[in-house]
């Protein structure tokens, strides 16, 4: 029902002494320059109680080394992100990577006609539907915004849509600020029956982003709080943008991220010891032409496998951003990025994987480019199980028995083994007549037509909350 990436041999590319110099240039970052942290009176007088040097008319922040070393090492290596169905929880072991789809585009590509349109609440539970029914899809973001619905409550309209169309665990990573922090928790406490069920099983997660270079918003910081009091696990994404908010040098950009991930990481932890908290990084360059984003290329994919690596350094579990190409539609240069930057989160150990389903720079979702990713991710998790090498899968007795000019087609070992090999579910492997006979499809038409088969025949949960959920997202929007 989950389709993970399981590692044998994960990928280093930075030395043990690259991760000291660069752990070393974050401290000093976070002692020297420090970084903007609007907080509480109360939060802030904790902090300040453990070392921390905070400018009260800035809100500028100055972690001791000390302070941020002995509070990394609070933070629990591994847990379980849990879902609403039990079959579907993740465990978080520092063995396997699990693949989400991408969040929060304001644009979608229209399922039946191409043409691009504003998102809607109706988008996000479909997609959720979709997903529900992709084994390499683990968990979800809501992957489009409900643009209709009140934008001060949006992200538990969001929530709302996810729980009600998926079963799955859900990153409710719309919720930036103390308000809808307190309504997600209402929400996923009703559906477990009680908070205290919710610490104990946690179906939902979150994560607050820092802004680059070097700051966070107060409402984000309080929102993370919020989750982290309430036992649901949060992280700290950094999306810093080399040459602009962050060095062009991919060891300054590095740097400057990892301070900021680190900040957010030990404020969770001087607060509430233990926490579960992951750490997360979508770290990207600017395009030099026009000043976007480049969203695959070289430098992302090193970066990926940088943060991914630095998580592993501080044993704590990551979320690195993958996919997620500049092409426009899903052709040649979205399967090429998508598919280089998806190999690189997963043989560089990334526990999360997000996500499948955004094209042109992160601002529009395509539901064909969330199944094309999905096929992408398939073959990856075949190619990172590597191989076991045993007496058995060495097979020398079976090869014996056939010697040579045999065949193993009718061999009892093949046929055992046949689901060893790996198997498309939209590439075409046919011959060039056969797929003429079909219409010349191309994969994009393929995957759109297994989507919306989803729809129509695809498992639809009970409204039962639906009313209950109604209720807690009204008395919020009244407050």
């Known amino acids: ?49 453990h070392g921390v040097i905070i400018d009260d008319n800035s809100s500028l922040c100055r972690f001791p080394p000390a302070v941020v070393e002995e509070a990394v090492k609070k933070a629990p290596p591994g847990y379980t992100l849990c879902a609403l169905n039990p079959e ?90 103390p308000l809808n922090a307190r309504g997600s928790i209402e929400i996923a406490a009703l559906a477990v029956g009680g908070k205290d069920m919710l610490r104990e ?60 991930v680190l900040a957010g990481i030990t404020l969770v932890q001087l607060c509430f010891p233990g926490a579960p908290v992951f750490y997360g990084a979508c770290s990207t360059m600017m395009e030099l032409k026009r000043g976007g984003i480049t969203s695959g290329g070289p430098e992302d994919y090193l970066l990926q496998a940088y943060s991914a690596q630095l998580a592993r350094y501080y044993n704590i579990p990551s979320s ?9 539609t899903n052709d040649w240069q979205a399967g090429m990025e998508n598919s280089l930057s998806g190999l690189i989160s997963a043989f560089s150990k990334a526990d999360m994987m997000s996500g499948a389903g955004l094209i042109n720079g992160a601002k529009v979702f395509s539901i064909e480019q969330m199944i094309l990713d999905c096929e992408a991710f398939d073959l990856i998790c075949s190619l990172g199980s590597g191989t076991e090498i045993s007496d058995y899968t060495l097979a020398l007795d079976i090869i014996d028995k056939v010697g040579p000019q045999g065949h193993f087609l009718a061999e009892e070992h093949t046929f055992n083994n046949l689901s060893q090999v790996w198997m498309p579910q939209i590439s075409n492997r ?12 191309t994969p994009g038409q393929v995957a759109a037509e297994k989507a919306e088969e989803i729809l129509k025949t695809g498992f639809k949960k009970p409204g039962s909350l639906d009313q209950e959920i109604d209720e807690i997202i009204g008395a919020f929007e009244k407050e």
């Open 1 to 49: 029902m989950i389709k993970p990436v399981r590692w044998k041999n994960p990928l280093g590319l930075l030395s043990s002494d690259d991760l000291e110099k660069v752990h070393a240039a974050s401290l000093g970052i976070l002692e020297r320059t420090g970084i903007i942290m609007p907080l509480s009176k109360g939060r802030a007088q904790l902090l300040s109680e």
């Open 88 to 177: 579907f929880d993740l465990t978080l072991d520092g063995v396997h990577g699990y693949l989400s789809t991408d969040g929060s585009a304001t644009v979608i590509a229209d399922l039946q006609t191409g043409k691009l349109r504003k998102s809607t609440k109706k988008d996000v539970g479909d997609i959720a539907r979709i997903a529900e029914q992709l084994p390499q899809i683990s968990f979800l973001w809501p992957s489009v915004s409900a643009q209709e619905c009140n934008p001060r409550v949006q992200p538990l309209h969001e929530l709302q849509a996810l729980m009600l169309n998926s079963d799955k665990h859900i990153q409710a990573m719309t919720a930036v600020d």
């Open 201 to 260: 099983r946690p179906v939902i997660s979150n994560f607050q982003c820092s802004l680059s270079p070097l700051s966070y918003d107060g409402s984000n910081l309080e929102a993370a709080l919020i989750f982290a009091e309430a036992g649901v696990p949060v992280g700290f994404v950094t999306m810093q943008i080399g040459s602009s908010t962050a060095p062009i040098t991919l060891a300054g950009n590095l740097a400057l991220g990892n301070a900021e």
């Open 320 to 328: 690195i951003g993958t996919f997620c190409s500049s092409s426009k």
């Open 430 to 441: 046919g011959s060039y007549e056969e797929w003429e006979k079909l219409g010349r499809p």
